[in-house]
């Protein structure tokens, strides 16, 4: 099959020939339809290419994760050759013995975790925080390879390519009443941001937002805002384009942060007393610091990438900082009730994408996503020449 491949010292992965292997008892192969482009791809190759595995995807990240996906970080770390994407969606063309949930011909789209059902976070109720998140062991035989050499899936399902095999619980079965495109969107970017707000945050109705980075996972956290019946929402950004999206996704106000000082044109907005809740969805330290300083008494700031360097707040001020992984989400559950929103005309997708690229425009894709010319930017895999 053609997959986009990425090794360490490429700008951008090349489509090249990959082989796939059969379903073992729990896996799904799947014939990948649409696959979005997500920043943290784009944020994990740049980190490979940085001597030392610098960046934000390094290696220090791994000490703070559970067993499971600190094991599959580490692998990704190190892996010569990677299929990147983590939202795709598609059809299913073979399961394994024991998969039961799903079957051949069955619409699907992926997320990139897994989960046991045995440990203590998957009996708590917490999946998305499984401590082992099923995979193929490095020993196994690969997944994916090429020439007999490992070909790493990124996150577990490498959705740039035609064809992806995962663990049955990374995917969730889709009605045909949305478009692959706009489904696709929801294993991470939807997963992620609308999560935030309505499951880990859980935003109070008549509340205030601010949203900081209006990609599209803050245009997800926007959205959940708006459905959790929030008073007003600030969209910050320094992109005047990606702004006026927001509004058209429930943003009731807006602010380019270009040289300003934003956390004091928040406070001053909102009467000097700060908004309930801040998400900070830019992967950016500092930025993060301005959406903790927005906060009024007892604010959230829900972290969806970077932290804080300066945490005196939460003591004086009961403020809290939360940290959100993949929206908190049960996918099994919250991706058809995120399709009802969409059914309802509540949620908002196909208006999500904003470009749609064949695998061999790879590089105009990410351009666009590195320039902030695109909400989500998905890869179509079904009209490949």
């Not at 949305?178 to 929801?186: D, G, Q, T, V, Y």
């Not at 708006?226 to 429930?250: E, H, N, P, T, Y």
């Not at 972290?303 to 992984?325: D, F, H, K, N, Y």
């Amino acid at each position: 099959m053609k997959a986009l491949l990425f090794r360490p010292g490429m700008a951008y992965p090349e489509l090249d020939d990959v082989d796939v292997d059969l379903p073992r008892e729990h896996e799904v192969l799947v014939r990948v339809v649409a696959c979005g482009l997500c920043h943290s791809d784009l944020h994990f190759m740049e980190s490979r290419n940085q001597p030392g595995g610098a960046g934000l995807y390094g290696r220090g990240l791994n000490a703070c994760m559970q067993p499971g996906p600190a094991e599959r970080r580490a692998e990704e770390a190190q892996a010569g050759m990677l299929v990147m994407g983590h939202e795709p969606a598609g059809i299913v063309e073979a399961v394994g013995s024991a998969v039961r949930s799903l079957r051949k011909g069955d619409r699907v789209i992926g997320a990139g975790i897994s989960h046991c059902g045995t440990c203590r976070e998957c009996l708590a109720g917490r999946s998305h925080l499984c401590l082992y998140q099923p995979r193929r062991h490095p020993s196994d035989k690969p997944r994916l390879s090429k020439g007999g050499e490992r070909v790493t899936q990124f996150a577990n399902l490498g959705g740039f390519a035609e064809m992806l095999l995962a663990h049955e619980t990374s995917l969730v079965k889709i009605d045909e009443d949305i478009s692959f495109a706009s489904a696709s969107i929801l294993g991470c970017s939807v997963a992620t941001g609308a999560g935030a707000a309505l499951n880990t945050a859980k935003v109070a109705p008549g509340s205030t937002v601010a949203v900081f980075g209006c990609g599209g996972i803050g245009l997800s956290v926007i959205q959940g805002a708006r459905i959790a019946g929030a008073a007003r929402i600030w969209a910050v950004d320094v992109v005047d384009l990606k702004l006026k999206m927001a509004q058209s996704f429930g943003a009731t106000d807006t602010l380019n942060s270009t040289g300003i000082d934003a956390a004091a044109a928040l406070l001053d907005a909102t009467d000097g007393q700060g908004v309930d809740y801040s998400f900070e969805t830019t992967a950016r330290g500092d930025v993060a610091q301005v959406a903790f300083d927005c906060l009024g008494l007892r604010g959230k700031l829900t972290c969806l990438a970077a932290t804080p360097s300066s945490l005196s707040g939460i003591v004086w001020l009961e403020r809290q900082i939360i940290g959100s992984m993949l929206g908190s989400s049960r996918l099994a559950t919250d991706i058809p009730r995120y399709l009802q929103l969409y059914r309802q005309g509540r949620l908002k997708l196909d208006e999500m994408i904003s470009l749609q690229v064949q695998p061999r425009d790879f590089a105009h894709a990410a351009d666009a996503v590195n320039d902030g010319r695109a909400a989500r930017t998905v890869v179509m895999f079904d009209s490949m020449d």
